[in-house]
């Protein structure tokens, strides 16, 4: 545990030094990750699939914030069902436009979620963002996280019907428009992975707002197990989800996933260091303010079993300073020290 | 020369007013009710927008109903429902948009009171540099 904390130490004074370009790269990636896996799911335009326009792309995004990110990514993935399906592309905008009118306007600091749920659904980790909003959030966050389950489900409904139908008449895109919209209310797996979504994070808030000791870590538990349960009873209860053993160990991931992130939180925790700029009549002043930041040294207790008997020869460094001995005096009690230690290996010998 | 004490009160004013702190100065430039009162009407249009295109949405579900019931159908009623939902929808939408930016209006109000504490300070050690002239 001490080797961890001087890590997250370690960590945090790496990243208040090196936050103004750790920031945009961690974006970059991210970014890319993000391109990477629309392309992948929903590549069907050759020209957006390029590896070029994808580096471009999260290169512009890195020095831009995140709710313009999940514009960005909603306008690409819009785009790419373009190219196959006309109709399925402006019922995909409309719908995220509605989402944007109804509800994410009231939550532009939570916009990640609608982004991070959907990817994270396909890495089959998407549970620890709601343990995590309800960690570091307030309970409107329920708003991004529902839509973000929507937006997964949407995707995978259009991705469905456009790899299922090939006409182009105006009975086969009512048609599509119907399975997709039908799809999408319907489902009741979007629907109880929204409501199971809610809970956890309203539970887990809950607990972290407690005030007794290691109230955030209950946090994380309770809201994981709250997933995993609610999950289950989705499963077994009402033959809702097939592959449980995966959302169960999606679950465990997800839980020690966030509480990874809750320990180093280093994005979180706005301890960074910060540069300011002003001026009076005389100078121009560019401060960079560096918050006090202790330093967790480790600790060492030496508990001795056997008392050591202290040599008369020896002697203490804080005496030496304190009494203030001669350099003679130190080495005269050294060779004495040395001789007692020698007749000592001869007496053994 | 230098003067640590006038920096320290400068710095901490500046970071007062940096990018993420706006918001906050933004929001103390209204009085509280017509803070609310803009709040409202942007989510009165947006709550229309997204209202009209879940509009547009059904009626394109269910445009071949529409089409072949176009005659017999009961106009008044299906409009006066689609208005009903709305307006209960508005009334959802006006209370939590008054709950919410006024409790925004008050942690800003808070935010602003503090700045303006620093820049009293800031004042004094100006006058105090004066007198001391």
Known sequence: ?349 | MLNEKKIRIMSRLASYEKKENQENFKRFGYYKSDYIRYNLLKTIVSVTIGYILILGLLVFYNAEFLITNAATLNYKAVIGKALAVYLILLIIYIIGTIVMYSLKYDKAHKFVKKYFRMLGVLRKFYKDEAEQK
Request: with cysteine; glycine share 6%; net charge neutral.
């Open chain 1, 1 to 349: 545990m001490m080797n961890l904390l001087v890590i997250k130490e370690q960590l945090r004074k790496f990243y208040s030094k090196a936050d103004s370009y750790l920031n945009p790269a961690i974006k970059f990636i991210s970014t890319l990750f993000i391109f990477y896996m629309i392309n992948t799911h929903l590549g069907f335009n050759p020209k957006l699939t390029q590896v070029n326009i994808m580096v471009i792309g999260s290169f512009v995004c890195a020095f831009l914030p995140v709710s313009f990110i999940s514009l960005v990514t909603g306008i690409v993935a819009v785009l790419q069902i373009f190219f196959v399906s006309k109709i399925l592309a402006i019922v995909a905008a409309v719908i995220l436009i509605i989402m944007y009118c109804m509800f994410l306007r009231f939550t532009p600091k939570y916009s990640f979620a609608v982004l991070a749920i959907p990817i994270l659904f396909l890495l089959k980790i998407p549970y620890c963002i709601p343990i995590l909003l309800g960690m570091i959030g307030t309970p409107i966050a329920v708003l991004p996280v529902s839509c973000g389950v929507v937006v997964f489900y949407l995707f995978s409904a259009i991705k469905e019907s456009v790899l299922a139908t090939n006409g182009n008449s105006v009975e086969d895109i009512f048609n599509v428009y119907r399975i997709v919209i039908d799809s999408l209310v319907n489902n009741k797996e979007m629907l109880s992975a929204i409501l199971i979504f809610s809970v956890v994070m309203l539970v887990t808030y809950i607990v972290r707002k407690q005030s007794f000791d290691h109230a955030f870590e209950a946090g994380i538990v309770v809201g994981t197990c709250v997933s995993i349960i609610g999950f289950l009873i989705g499963g077994l209860g009402f033959d809702i989800y097939k592959n449980i053993g995966s959302i169960v160990i999606g679950n465990a991931v997800s839980g020690v996933l966030v509480y990874i992130i809750w320990f180093f939180r280093l994005s979180l925790d706005y301890t960074t260091v910060e540069k300011l700029q002003f001026e009076d009549d005389d100078y121009y002043y560019y401060v960079k303010a560096v918050p006090k930041m202790a330093i967790t040294a480790p600790e060492k207790n030496i508990k001795r079993i056997n008392p050591q008997k202290t040599n008369e020869n020896t002697m203490n460094l804080q005496d030496v300073i304190q009494k203030g001995y001669s350099q003679d005096e130190i080495y005269q009690n050294r060779e004495l020290e040395d001789d007692f230690d020698e007749n000592n290996l001869g007496e053994r010998k």
